[in-house]
């Protein structure tokens, strides 16, 4: 008889990890480790049959000596626990992102140690060149176009790095490391406020807002031309399963190559509500790279395979999910609140402030690596 799997999952009370903890389940995994840094009761699913670790005295994956408590006897580690958010988030706590970088370290070396088969990191299509994401008719990403190295700053690099200690630590100590570069992931059951949030999300949100406030205007994040593609949460799950069982051994996208600009999101979220608002472009907001799509020939060449909920769909279900946590704690108040979008500097750095606005402006933190670096 071959021997359970004992599986762990951090950022398991998060978006994509509680989705993951769930999908096992359905399979009958009896032994799962779900780890967050976040209070039981802040999880977006929770199993009371799972071995929850929560709250930051016993969730914390930063912490090393948690990380061997929670990858003792495992096989198979999903590390997915991250401090991260949408691009307002993002863009605004570089330090705060920069830091996963000890729970990216301490879970693989922990897993190492304990010796565990297979280890699974979530990188991002935050990775890629940004001199190769300036024009919205973009084309789409292939995995080359990591190097030379010019990610998003703060949170792009700190995934560039952890995706290649995921590659030592295989070539070195043999643990079988896998690497998927999500494209923004959407679903229920994820953040839809708080500044956190994502555009499927978001957009899906303020569209509610509208309908019940009836001021029937939704506020857009830039010009709304951008372009991106958007995976849904059950493709997402399955390509995780399906890359950390293969013999993929090098980063690889995990995303939809559905491309549609922000202003298609926004019709198909209006579709879906069957009403039509007054668009506001604020210019002045953070709207990432200009285009990104997931150029998915690798991994129909390795699985044949590759996302293929329609984005319409997702989103439909997006939206009922939304539209009901919106309902519960409903007031008109609470309506025009969540009609625009806010993000914060400096969002609860560990330790210490962890944003200065002097540096933000100094050249030095601006350069990037010219994309002639590494030519002959
Ligand atoms: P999420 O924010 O919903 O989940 C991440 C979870 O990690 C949170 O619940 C958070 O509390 C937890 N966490 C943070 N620090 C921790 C710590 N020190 N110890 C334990 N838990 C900690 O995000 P998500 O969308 O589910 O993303 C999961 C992973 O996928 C992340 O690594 C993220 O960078 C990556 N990713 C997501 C997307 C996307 O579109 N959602 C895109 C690219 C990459």
Redesign the pocket.
């Known amino acids: 008889m071959s021997k359970q799997p004992t599986i762990v999952v951090?950022?398991?009370?998060?978006?994509?990890?509680?989705h993951l903890v769930a999908d096992f389940r359905r399979q009958g995994v009896r032994n799962i480790r779900a780890?967050?840094?976040?209070p039981l009761d802040?999880?977006?699913q929770v199993f009371s049959d799972v071995e929850n670790h929560a709250g930051p005295a016993d969730?914390?994956?930063?912490?090393f000596r948690l990380c061997r408590r929670f990858c003792k006897g495992a096989t198979d580690v999903y590390?997915?626990?991250?401090?991260?958010?949408g691009m307002g988030f993002i863009e605004n706590n570089k330090a705060l992102c920069m830091l996963?970088v000890?729970?990216n370290t301490h879970m693989l070396l922990a897993s190492q140690e304990a010796g565990a088969e297979r280890f699974f990191f979530?990188?991002?299509?935050?990775v890629y060149n940004a001199e190769k994401q300036l024009d919205p008719n973009v084309t789409a990403l292939a995995e080359a176009d990591a190097y030379p190295a010019l990610p998003e700053d703060g949170?792009g690099w700190e995934?560039l790095f952890s995706e290649r200690m995921c590659r030592h630590f295989r070539e070195d100590f043999g643990i079988q490391t896998r690497v998927a570069?999500?494209?923004?992931?959407?679903g229920p059951h994820?953040?839809w406020c708080g500044g956190?949030e994502?555009a499927p999300a978001a957009i899906c949100r303020k569209v509610i807002a509208a309908k019940a406030s009836g001021d029937h205007s939704i506020e857009i994040w830039g010009d709304g031309t951008q372009t991106r593609s958007f995976?849904y949460i059950d493709d997402c799950v399955q390509g995780i399963q399906k890359i950390t069982h293969s013999e993929i051994l090098e980063p690889i996208n995990l995303g939809s190559s559905e491309l549609v600009t922000i202003n298609q999101l926004v019709d198909i979220a209006e579709d879906i509500a069957g009403i039509r608002l007054e668009r506001r472009y604020k210019l002045d907001a953070p709207r990432g790279v200009a285009g990104r799509n997931s150029d998915n020939t690798k991994i129909r060449g390795y699985l044949g395979w590759e996302p293929s909920t329609r984005l319409r769909d997702g989103i439909a279900a997006t939206y009922r999910w939304i539209e009901g946590e919106f309902r519960k704690d409903y007031t008109p108040e609470a309506a025009k609140q969540l009609a625009t979008s806010g993000f914060s500097h400096g969002s609860k750095p560990i330790p210490g402030d962890g944003y200065m606005k002097e540096s933000r402006h100094m050249d030095t933190w601006k350069q990037g690596i010219s994309s002639g670096y590494g030519e002959a």
């Open positions: 951090t950022g398991a009370g998060g978006f994509i990890g509680g780890v967050d840094i976040k802040e999880w977006y969730g914390d994956a930063r912490d590390q997915l626990a991250a401090d991260m958010g996963s000890l729970t979530s990188s991002s299509a935050c949170y995934k570069r999500f494209h923004n992931v959407y994820g953040t956190r994502k995976m």
